[in-house]
């Protein structure tokens, strides 16, 4: 990954911490609070969201700005940058984030607004029993990978004995021997890479969603599920040819030159998650009460970000703005579902770095 390569991947996760956590919510919900409907334009609340968007906007342009006159002054590597200083980053952006909800929180206070107390949960459960996607299409990615393998198999004695793994600001640093392992890891990778997508389709087809009593049968819970099951599924397949792509690149039976490439994947990737898996157009429509116990929600929603709720089964549950899911930190299961696809990605850095 060139200079200009991981200036547009940063540009574009500073536009996201910039602007989604003020666009891609529920109506009544402000950075992990809930407000009453008729306060959603109090002016003093649109400050503290415009104020939050000009200093996560000023700090992480800071850092972007170091990042790559680092990486361009051959200071650091891209990928150091990316392992060392995006964290960095993010860890400040999150401490904006924080005292952005203890600014909001306050003033929910101060001004004593309340939301309408529930006495009953609504929760539907029957999602558990029905099939938002066929599983028939599990078997198409299997069925690519395997495609995948096939074909290297069959040009296996057309791969150079020798052939570059590593890249620093474009030029090779590290040459491999033709191997079983070197050849084929990407498609390992996939299968992994694969299990984890998949355990999230069927997690979010699963897990239960809250609804308001008031309208127990509103078809919008099950268009949203089914959109973010197919939404899961296209990111899924789009991730499965990148790495068939890489791979490709890595033998040597297409041009190394693919960041271009990586970097037009990533785009439309994000451009569909954002698209395609935002609710808050259409919760906005059809604004439902939150289930859960006003009181309560300080208790189990930690800065509104993090669920924790151990008296709750549900392994992945609705996000509290209702733009995607979240899971249960109360619930082991719910560390094994945030640690699998961390521990599979500290192993792909390690190897590369090794």
Not at 122 to 145: A, E, H, N, Q
Not at 241 to 246: A, W
Not at 253 to 271: K, P, R
Request: proline fraction near 3%; charge should be positive.
């Amino acid at each position: 990954m060139n200079v200009w390569e991981y200036g547009i991947f940063r540009i574009i996760l500073l536009l996201v911490n910039v602007l989604y956590p003020t666009i891609a919510r529920r109506r009544t919900v402000r950075f992990g609070v809930v407000i009453p409907a008729d306060k959603v334009n109090y002016i003093p609340l649109r400050s503290i969201e415009n104020w939050y968007r000009v200093v996560s906007g000023c700090i992480g342009g800071l850092f972007l700005i170091a990042e790559l006159v680092l990486v361009q002054l051959e200071v650091i590597s891209s990928l150091a940058a990316l392992i060392y200083l995006m964290p960095l980053s993010q860890t400040a952006n999150f401490i904006i984030y924080i005292i952005t909800y203890r600014k909001v929180n306050s003033m929910k206070k101060e001004q004593g607004w309340q939301v309408g107390n529930q006495r009953f949960v609504g929760v539907d459960l029957s999602t558990k029993k029905r099939v938002f996607m066929s599983r028939w299409f599990y078997l198409f990615p299997i069925f690519f990978i395997a495609l995948n393998v096939l074909v290297i198999v069959y040009f296996y004695d057309r791969i150079p004995d020798q052939f570059p793994i590593h890249y620093t600001n474009g030029e090779v640093d590290r040459i491999a021997e033709k191997s079983i392992l070197y050849v084929f890891l990407t498609n390992l990778i996939q299968l992994g890479f694969l299990a984890i997508m998949l355990g999230v389709i069927e997690g979010i087809g699963r897990s239960k969603r809250q609804v308001d009593m008031t309208v127990p049968n509103d078809p919008t819970n099950q268009y949203l599920r089914k959109r973010h099951v197919q939404i899961i599924y296209t990111i899924t397949a789009i991730g499965l040819l990148l790495f068939s792509i890489v791979q490709m690149a890595i033998i040597q039976f297409l041009s190394s030159n693919i960041g271009w490439l990586i970097e037009a994947a990533n785009l439309l990737i994000l451009a569909i998650a954002f698209t395609f898996g935002r609710d808050s157009k259409r919760i906005s429509q059809h604004e439902t009460a939150l289930i859960t116990y006003p009181s309560q929600q300080g208790k189990v929603w930690k800065i509104g970000l993090f669920y924790v709720n151990a008296q709750d089964p549900a392994i992945i549950v609705e996000r509290l703005e209702g733009t995607g899911f979240t899971v249960n930190f109360g619930r082991v299961g719910g560390w094994a579902v945030v640690f699998t696809p961390v521990f599979f990605a500290s192993a792909m850095i390690w190897f590369s770095i090794r």
